[in-house]
Structures are given as C-alpha cells and as structure tokens.
C-alpha cells in the first residue's frame, strides 16, 4: 500500500526551528515531486514548498522563503522540511504530498497524489 507518513513538528517557541519528515511507504520517492502545505482551520490551504524529482528544483513561496528548507534524503527515502525562524503565523497543520510537478503554479494542492496523515505546528511564547 502506498502512502506517506509524516513526523515531526511540536510545539516552539518564536525563532525557533523545527523539522517535518514526509516519508515513502510501499514507493519510491525517486520518481515524484513532492510538495509541502499546511492549512489553519478556517482558513485556505496553502502550498508553500516543493522540491522537483528530476533537477532537484525547489520553490518557496513568499511566506516562508529564507526560513524554510526542503531536501530529499534518498538514504531514508524521505523528504525533510527544515523551519527555522518561526513565527505564530506559521502555526498550522502540515501536510506532504506527492504532485505532478514543481512550481508556484503546481502548489493549489489540486494536482496531488498522495497526501500525509499531517502534523500540527504551533509557534507559541
């Protein structure tokens, strides 16, 4: 059976860092793009970061570019969300999915595959 199982995240204070883990199950991550979303209840998912499996390309969008990293570690067959510098608007469940491709225009989260089970995020002094 093919799916993603997500670990990490917790509860942080401002400015500090964390690390989501999305991994493979039943699959090889090799032949995927994999992109990360979160979502606040009321509020629209957003599609923040992907990486590319070809080219190893990566996107970010404005929220969170300059703090946040994405890498693959095909060891683990994992993808690992770096979050540094946090900030409670960053609070929100987490989300990786498998998608057709890379790119802003990939990131509404409409063109997925798999997704994971989520993990909560909270930025709280």
């Avoid at 979502?39 to 390309?57: H, L, M, Y």
């Amino acid at each position: 059976q093919k799916q993603l199982v997500q670990s990490g995240g917790g509860l942080v204070q401002p400015g500090g860092s964390l690390r989501l883990s999305c991994a493979a199950s039943g699959f090889s991550f090799d032949n995927y793009d994999v992109g990360w979303y979160r979502q606040v209840p009321g509020k629209e998912r957003e599609g923040f970061s992907c990486i590319g499996n070809t080219d190893g390309s990566t996107y970010f969008s404005n929220s969170v570019e300059g703090r946040f990293t994405i890498f693959r570690d095909k060891n683990k067959n994992t993808v690992e969300l770096q979050l540094n510098n946090l900030l409670p608007e960053d609070t929100a469940v987490y989300y990786c999915a498998t998608q057709r491709a890379c790119s802003a225009y990939y990131m509404d989260g409409t063109r997925t595959y798999f997704w994971g089970q989520g993990s909560q995020v909270t930025v709280s002094s």
